[in-house]
């Protein structure tokens, strides 16, 4: 079973030094890190940087159509109005099927704010824990905001996005 987990960081940067930092605890084969992607968002600036992680190119990345939608309905929809926001109806209707429903969508979007920054990651094997406890130990301090994919919602995740296993 895969995770799609948020962690929320009260800095513009923590979300990439927790990035660098679970890049650690995959070598040690604590978590096997299938995607990521990062929100870095400036005080002062109308939206947020996106960035997907550049070395997902295994199996289990979901690729850049997911986390693209993914941010686009959580920071910019609002932005754009109820017109283009109809549009992303349909296949945000299909997320709800795969654990990613309103509440999660309506969480990140309250927490995730100027001034602060979030890391994206499908994991799996992973003790949150120990991820917890490594990132403080190096001094980073995040906030989880989690949703679990079963495998056949992860399945059906690939599946919206064209991606087949």
């Given at each position: 079973?895969?995770?799609?987990?948020?962690?929320?960081f009260d800095s513009p940067d923590g979300a990439a030094n927790a990035?660098?930092?679970?890049?650690?605890?995959?070598?040690?084969?604590?978590?096997?890190?299938?995607?990521?992607?990062?929100?870095?968002?400036?005080?002062?600036?109308?939206?947020?940087?996106?960035?997907?992680?550049?070395?997902?190119?295994?199996?289990?990345?979901?690729?850049?159509?997911?986390?693209?939608?993914?941010?686009?309905?959580?920071?910019?929809?609002?932005?754009?109005?109820?017109?283009?926001?109809?549009?992303?109806?349909?296949?945000?209707?299909?997320?709800?099927?795969?654990?990613?429903?309103?509440?999660?969508?309506?969480?990140?979007?309250?927490?995730?704010?100027?001034?602060?920054?979030?890391?994206?990651?499908?994991?799996?094997?992973?003790?949150v824990d120990k991820i917890r406890a490594s990132l403080e130990s190096?001094?980073?301090?995040?906030?989880?905001?989690?949703?679990?994919?079963?495998?056949?919602?992860?399945?059906?995740?690939?599946?919206?996005?064209?991606?087949?296993?």
């Open positions: 079973m895969a995770t799609l987990s948020v962690w929320k990035e660098s930092a679970l890049e650690v605890l995959s070598k040690q084969e604590l978590v096997t890190i299938h995607d990521a992607a990062t929100v870095s968002w400036e005080q002062g600036k109308n939206k947020p940087k996106t960035k997907q992680r550049t070395s997902a190119t295994g199996i289990g990345a979901l690729g850049g159509a997911f986390w693209g939608f993914l941010f686009g309905l959580i920071f910019f929809v609002p932005l754009l109005g109820a017109a283009l926001g109809a549009g992303f109806g349909a296949l945000g209707g299909s997320l709800t099927d795969v654990g990613i429903d309103d509440d999660f969508i309506g969480s990140v979007r309250s927490n995730v704010v100027p001034g602060t920054s979030a890391l994206f990651i499908l994991t799996s094997d992973a003790v190096q001094g980073i301090h995040g906030t989880l905001l989690q949703t679990n994919l079963s495998a056949n919602q992860e399945e059906a995740l690939r599946h919206a996005f064209g991606q087949d296993a």
